[in-house]
């Protein structure tokens, strides 16, 4: 059974920092490429950040690029996410999932397994 635990969430004053991991256990991480979405109250869960199974190959969305940097340990099967100067419209429960391929994938279909989700508050 695969598992993905999230963990490193909280709250945090705008322009602080937060670093997320999402610990795999029950597939191949290495074959696997990951993704963080999030899911404000009332909006759609949105993609934030995804690699592929080397890390050689990374998507941003527009609104967190040059913010957010996602990160993986091949040696730990865990993925990170580390997010900087942080903003209000940040909050949101963010999610990692995972592929059963080896190339990032842009849409929610595009992934197999997710974690439970950890909560990100940023206050003004």
Known sequence: QVQLVESG???VQAGGSLRLSCAVSGRTFSTSAMGWFRQAPGKEQELVAAINWSGGSTYY??????RFTISRDNAKNTVYLQMNSLKP???AVY???????????????????WGQGTQVTVSS
């Open 61 to 66: 969305s527009d609104s967190v690029k040059g």
């Open 89 to 91: 419209e940040d909050t």
């Open 95 to 113: 999610y990692c999932a995972a592929r059963k391929s080896i190339l990032t994938g842009r849409q929610k279909n595009d992934y197999d397994y």
């Open 9 to 11: 969430g909280g709250l």
